[in-house]
């Protein structure tokens, strides 16, 4: 278990809440170190989308189905229901249209799984605040014009976005800037949280 130790806690966090023997889709999965570490830790049967072709290889060569794919285009080449998981981890805020994406996400799969980064976060706060321009930080690095970062959001935008479209929070882990779940960030994430990992359905248990 060494090697699933060393990753970033939310992607610890997604092999735990990730069955054994799930059929698991990752939209945006890099270098493919996710769908890697759930092959050898929970038996998956994985497959991962990603259009950066250096990314795509590094896939290849650790042996994770690939398939190079937009996620801005349609996901309709996937059945309904096709997969138990459909992962996708800090790229809700780069997609152009990210609530029609979390509801294929949600078509393709029985439940998915998404970390986004808290644009409220204290730190963005003071930032805009003090200096009176876009937040640069570890966990949003880029300047305004260059920022692959289209659709910023905060935690209390997610939650009113899956309680307008009816959909139920199986699990939410809010972690710091140290990747820790603290007690500030549990007892007000919005301000102190810096990323969140939401576990969601369609299904009401």
Not at 1 to 13: C, H, P, V
Not at 54 to 71: A, T
Not at 77 to 105: C, G, R, W
Not at 132 to 156: A, D, E, Q
Request: some cysteine; aromatic content about 8%.
């Amino acid at each position: 278990m060494n090697a699933q130790k060393a990753l970033r806690s939310d992607l610890n966090t997604i092999i735990d809440w990730i069955e054994p023997e799930s059929r698991v889709l990752d939209l945006g999965c890099g270098d493919g170190t996710l769908l890697d570490q759930l092959k050898q830790h929970r038996n998956i049967h994985g497959y991962g989308l990603e259009i950066n072709p250096d990314q795509i290889v590094e896939c290849v060569r650790k042996g994770v189905n690939v398939i190079e794919h937009n996620m801005d285009e349609s996901l309709s080449n996937f059945k309904t229901d096709s997969f138990d998981m459909v992962v996708m981890t800090q790229a809700l805020q780069a997609v152009h249209y990210p609530d029609h994406v979390i509801d294929e996400m949600l078509r393709i799969g029985k439940e998915c799984i998404v970390t986004f980064p808290n644009f409220a976060h204290w730190r963005c706060r003071f930032y805009l605040l003090t200096k009176g321009r876009m937040p640069v930080s570890k966990n949003l690095p880029y300047t305004w014009y260059n920022t692959p970062n289209i659709h910023l959001c905060t935690f209390k935008d997610f939650e009113a976005l899956c309680h307008r479209k009816s959909l139920s929070i199986l699990d939410r882990t809010v972690i710091d800037a140290n990747a820790n779940a603290s007690l500030a960030s549990k007892l007000m994430p919005n301000l102190f949280g810096e990323t969140a990992i939401y576990h969601i359905t369609r299904h009401h248990e």
